[in-house]
């Protein structure tokens, strides 16, 4: 599914027009963008938690010859399901 297909499923789920759920569905990206940023996490119960984890920096290797090379730390996004998610997906 992507960004069009769940606009339309969210549209037709709660009766908003496409234009209304496009603006929901964009304040939900950005708010937790921002929040991300800020190294809060978003916890939606029975769904699941949106957090940044840090990777440390560490040596890695050059495909091409084999060569060690640095690999910078960085923050990554994780999600993590909540049970009722989890129920429902097996």
């Given at each position: 599914?992507?960004?069009?297909?769940?606009?339309?499923?969210?549209?037709?789920?709660t009766g908003l027009s496409k234009g209304e759920a496009k603006k929901g569905l964009e304040a939900f990206m950005k708010?937790?963008?921002?929040?991300?940023?800020?190294?809060?996490?978003?916890t939606l119960s029975g769904f699941g938690t949106f957090l940044i984890e840090r990777k440390h920096?560490?040596?890695?290797r050059d495909p091409r010859n084999g060569a060690p090379i640095r690999i910078a730390a960085k923050n990554i996004v994780?999600?993590?399901?909540?049970?009722?998610?989890?129920?429902?997906v097996r």
């Amino acid at each position: 599914m992507n960004k069009t297909q769940l606009i339309e499923s969210i549209a037709s789920e709660t009766g908003l027009s496409k234009g209304e759920a496009k603006k929901g569905l964009e304040a939900f990206m950005k708010i937790t963008a921002a929040t991300l940023r800020n190294g809060d996490k978003i916890t939606l119960s029975g769904f699941g938690t949106f957090l940044i984890e840090r990777k440390h920096a560490r040596t890695g290797r050059d495909p091409r010859n084999g060569a060690p090379i640095r690999i910078a730390a960085k923050n990554i996004v994780k999600f993590r399901p909540g049970n009722e998610l989890s129920e429902l997906v097996r």
